[in-house]
């Protein structure tokens, strides 16, 4: 502490530390009680020992994550989840940002609504949505009939069931964030960088290849984080649009605890979709640390 | 238009409107700017002189009206085909590339060479005095340094026309000075016809070749600078440079050939009479066109006020209602200090009745 600072500054300094501390009690109980406390019974679940009749046994054994780490089985698993959040993303990115280009240059009324339009699928409940997508793909589906009605196609395209409707549902509901980020972060671009290179004789490709693409990267980042995130950790849409076809991590981790009843290994899963989710993190807030 | 006068013109404005929705920003603008030459679009805030700007740019779209450059009509033309060099007052440089790079972005437009596009781009900020920094990003240089990669990136493309708003506004008035003697002086060598925008009237006046004042969407003059403050068009003019005193009041006759305003008891003074003089007219009194005398209580006007403005002092004079402004030395201030008495005495061929 500096020489010159008064004793009463120390004393006011201590009184609002003390009300900060104060006004955080509540909600630091509340995740103290309902976040930190139930990860650390499941992580405590991940090093029991699974019995088929006590369902675990307590005590401490690396034997989960060895067999999960190992078994071809998971890490497929693993890997289609990761595949699944690489490709959400990507088409998430390709299809938001000319979306996120058009609603930062428009005029406040078009922005407005098309921002409503693009926030709208948050706005229906999540299991709703995904039977609408089940009516639209499945095999007699809207699409299919309609397909098969033309005489375009002689079998039901297989979209349903299967990655590609997981797919496209997990589109659907990540759009919106993905959206969001970019949209935030072209917004905060001086609309005179544009006309600046378009007075230097930029044609629109070069404009946004070398100034709004780099320009826009941190809020790429940021959506493609949320993004993946999220899609490696969401379980109605993959539940529902991949009938019992397409497991995930999540699937994978509902159906151990819930009709297997093996619950270390579920928590095993968890702890390991959860690490997979801070690395992403962790790796977002190294590249694009606010400098 | 004439061979000739093709030839040397730069800039063609004819009959120019500008409207945003219900709104005309410009009300038929005509404006003629010659090769090489300097003109600043002086004018307040909202009198149209930015969008000017911008539709010769090229960023917003005239409604009527035709823009010629270099003898090309460019008004359907996008702004990235005008070769025309743009510097904003925010210099509007790229944040994520050097300064080298932002120099070099219009050459890569124009698919220069890697080599010859690099070598143009060091020439310029060459040019600006910005060698050694060449290879800093904008947010590790000043406001004076960053307007001055602006000024190298407009002026590398060799643009047919120079355009630059407010380019001064965000720097502190000792480096504006300094930037306002650099920036004339690089436009006199290069000889690149320039088109500068500022609410500044001490900015156009030391600067520009010729001055265009603007007024709610119209050009209300059109001059060098020294006519413009010896000749203001209008009382308006004469007020916004700040040129002299703008007198008001009923007239009489004076003198032969002149008209007398009294603007107390026993202050008047005396124009020429002009030949279609309305009742709405005012007298412009330039400031240094009036000469003071010490008086006795019971005569002229009192002095309320000194405002110091480097070497000479701005004085104010009222009597009953009446008030008016000169400029002196210090000097000559000292005796007339505040509370006394002085009678006014202005030079009757120096002043002028003016429209509004």
Redesign the interface.
Known sequence: MTPGRSAADRVRHDRTGRAAALYLAPITVFYLLFLVLPYGLVLRMSFYRFSATTMYVPGFTLANYAAITTDPFYLTLLGRTLWLGFLVTVLCLLLGYPLALKISRSGQRTKTILLVLTLSPLLINLIVRSYAWLVLMGENGVINQRLLDLGVIAAPLPINNNMISVTVGLVHISLPLMVISLVSVLDRIDPRLTEAAESLGAAPGRIIGRILLPLSLPGIAAGATLVFCFTISAFITPALLGGNRVSTLSTMIYSKFIAALNWPVGATLVCILTVVTLLVVQLHTRLFRER | MTESRRADTALDIAGLVVAYGATVALQGIDLRVARGEFVALLGPSGCGKTSLLRAI???VHPRDGAIHLNGHEVSNI?????????V?Q?Y?????MTALENVR??LD??NVPKQAGADRAARALSLVGLSEHAARRPRELSGGQQQRVALA?AIV?EPHLLLLDEPLGALDKQLRLQMQDELKQLQRRLGITSLFVTHDHEEAMSMADRVVVMRDGQIEQGDAPEQIILNPATAWIADFMRAGNILHGATTCGSTGLLQLEIAPGVTFEAPAPPQYHASWKLFVPFDAIRLEPATDEQGMTITAHRYLGLSVELRLTCDGGAIGTQMTLAEAAAFPIGTRARVIADPARCRFLPQ
Do not use: D, K, V, Y
Request: hydrophobic share 40%; proline share 12%; with cysteine.
């Open positions: 740019a090229g960023f996008p702004p990235r085909e005008r070769n025309i060099g743009l904003f925010s509007a440089l790229f944040p994520h972005f219009g437009c124009r990136r493309i």
